[in-house]
């Protein structure tokens, strides 16, 4: 299907302008990865801040293969992966980390919404800034959002420098997947992170097909339930907030499935730009499982 012929484009790219002031810091256990104080997969992160962020410079869809044809060519091919820097999950992983030119999934397992959880997003954010600044084949990145959530304070809190990414705003899902397969075929990028519901198997093996030929790492974030439906995708991992005594950010993260690897589960902690294991012990126990009766009735 030729999705570029049959819709109009009603997205946007959005250009990020200059940083905002540095604000005060707020404990870890009142924040939900990043965010404003409207959007769910934001959190309370500013929720001290008097006004909403500033909304970014926008320009039509249309622009895209424009924009994405002004990077410069990202240097080697698409192979290899990219480690979280965590010996325990890295050696896990049969790729050494997170590979290359190949599609992950990741839910959110406090929400069945459509891609909105806060830990999810926050997940897929410090992963995204670990391609962009990849001593090898670091690059730009793209997020396309069928929200105007993200903000760049909250980015670069999370270690993604917004001058590296560019946003794409896809409020209908058929433009969002048209955008998340244009930027992933585009090999000047290191990755792709796209918020979609609805992904059917057909449609993740296209993706799954074009971060091959871009060798870029494609993340799609999805409702959990949908974790219950088979997927084309290479890992697919369930994030769920950690309370933590400090400013550091902590995760539960889970490897529900993944293409020769066994399940996994480990207690991230991202502080500042480095990552560290926080608990060793497996969280399969604490996470709700996933289940197919409630996947199929949210579809039909």
Sequence with gaps: MNLQASTGFPAIIRAFPPPAPAMAPIPAHRQEMFGTLRNPLLGKHFMNMPSPPRRPASTTVQELKARLASFAARPGSGDGSVGFGIKAIDAHLPWGGIPRGALHEIAGVETDGPAQD?????????????????AAKGGPVVWIARRPNLTQAGLAALGLDPARLLLVDAPKRIDALWAFEEALRCRSLAAVAAEIDGVELVQTRRLQLAAELGGTAAFLLRPQAEFAEPSAARTRWRVAGAPSPTQARRWNVELFRAQNAAPGAWTLELAGQNWSLADDETLHRDLPAVSADRSRRKAG
């Design 118 to 134: 806060g830990a999810a997003g926050g997940f897929a954010a410090a992963l995204l800034a670990r391609f962009a600044k990849d």
